[in-house]
T-cell receptor, first 114, second 113 residues
């Protein structure tokens, strides 16, 4: 299995631009998580999908952030417009079962907003 | 409130020395417990996990962890550290009936040659 795949691995953009991060979960996994990691706040859960449906988006910091999962093999996290404080590493993770099952993480996307 | 504490932000050990990284949690029932490792520029890799049963859990790369209910701890150990173990280590706790993990703040391990 290829594991969780994220693209791009690095993104540099200017303030005000739209940013789209992509994730392909492990095949057969039906839960998908988006996290953000910063030095100041550590790992934060942004949103969780189960069977392609957003279950909890309480961690999404602002309306500028949105996430979709149009099918079981693809999810996007969009920031529009981006701001310098959005600079962070964004991780996608997937797990097989609803509930507390092992989450497998992708390599992350390092976002820099200038 | 549920919480996870990794009291050591940084730890430095010499190559070949033993290692113990501490993790304590606050929760009323038995949680699900995980240790992840993050190498620079990489994602989080699962080292080991505890759901139930034997409280001493073996993981990858020669790591083990012991769940001690009386101390609400899940410390990670390795008898002999290799230079390639230098990384950041995260303890995570999951709770029955929820999907959420709570991550500790991480312990950064430095290995001296």
């Amino acid at each position: 299995d290829a594991g969780v795949i994220q693209s791009p691995r690095h993104e540099v953009t200017e303030m005000g631009q739209e940013v789209t991060l992509r994730c392909k979960p492990i095949s057969g996994h039906n839960s998908l998580f988006w996290y953000r990691q910063t030095m100041m706040r550590g790992l934060e859960l942004l949103i969780y999908f189960n069977n392609n449906v957003p279950i909890d988006d309480s961690g999404m910091p602002e309306d500028r952030f949105s996430a979709k999962m149009p099918n079981a093999s693809f999810s996007t996290l969009k920031i529009q417009p981006s701001e310098p404080r959005d600079s962070a590493v964004y991780f996608c993770a997937s797990s097989q079962l609803l509930g507390t099952d092992t989450q497998y993480f992708g390599p992350g996307t390092r976002l820099t907003v200038l | 409130a549920q919480s996870v504490t990794q009291p050591d932000i940084h730890i430095t050990v010499s190559e070949g020395a033993s290692l113990e990284l501490r993790c304590n949690y606050s929760y009323g029932a038995t949680p699900y417990l995980f240790w992840y490792v993050q190498s620079p520029g990489q994602g989080l890799q699962l080292l080991l996990k505890y759901f139930s049963g034997d409280t001493l859990v073996q993981g990858i790369k020669g790591f083990e962890a012991e769940f001690k209910r009386s101390q609400s701890s899940f410390n990670l150990r390795k008898p002999s550290v290799h230079w390639s173990d230098a990384a950041e280590y995260f303890c995570a706790v999951g709770f029955s009936g929820t999907y959420k993990y709570i991550f500790g703040t991480g312990t950064r391990l430095k290995v001296l040659a």
